[in-house]
């Protein structure tokens, strides 16, 4: 069975490591999901930044996927935004909000793809481990619900959507 916990992986006397989330299929959509909405939301951020060089989009995105992360991506184009000489039809204070807004969202998934996923015996609860976390830290444990990362989608994607509305993707050169 390719649910089973890993007992080696044992954190908590309470709960054991997971393989996989077949015990909660409407969790996994939602972290697939998840993963797609933030594909867009870098494309969103791909195109704010071949905006702000002025440049063509093939050629940024060439150097836009040599840059490691996301956080590395985001805090690059909020460098550029700075010195951008931006054009009146653009704006440019409100194109850094979004750009910062999809930065501070970025945190979420991080959490969730390093932490330890665990859940019961039962499999009535799954939570994340950070063992980074105070071992009496509220933080080491945290449960998680489709729910939470279907909220974090949706807020994605509003960032990511009002970022694409802002930047007239139709008009950047390729």
Not at 16 to 28: F, M, Q
Not at 37 to 59: D, P, Q, V
Not at 83 to 97: L, N, Q, V
Not at 130 to 144: C, E, F, G, V, Y
Request: aromatic share 8%; glycine share 6%.
């Amino acid at each position: 069975m390719i649910s089973s916990p890993s007992p080696h992986l044992m954190t908590d006397p309470m709960y054991s490591s997971l393989r996989t989330l077949a015990h909660d299929r409407d969790l996994a959509a939602a972290l697939g999901d998840m993963v797609i909405a933030w594909a867009y939301a870098e494309e969103a951020l791909l195109g704010a930044i071949t905006r702000i060089l002025g440049s063509r989009l093939n050629l940024v995105q060439a150097g836009y996927y040599g840059m490691p992360t996301i956080n590395a991506r985001i805090q690059f184009a909020q460098g550029l935004i700075t010195e951008w000489d931006c054009p009146g039809e653009f704006d440019k204070d409100t194109i850094s909000f979004e750009i910062d807004k999809l930065g501070k969202l970025a945190s979420a998934p991080n959490h969730w793809i390093h932490g330890n996923w665990c859940s019961t015996k039962d499999r009535s609860e799954t939570v994340i481990f950070d063992h980074r976390s105070h071992r009496d830290s509220s933080k080491r444990r945290k449960p998680i619900k489709s729910a939470d990362v279907n909220n974090h989608t949706v807020a994605v994607l509003a960032k990511a959507d009002a970022l694409s509305g802002l930047i007239d993707w139709e008009s950047l050169p390729l």
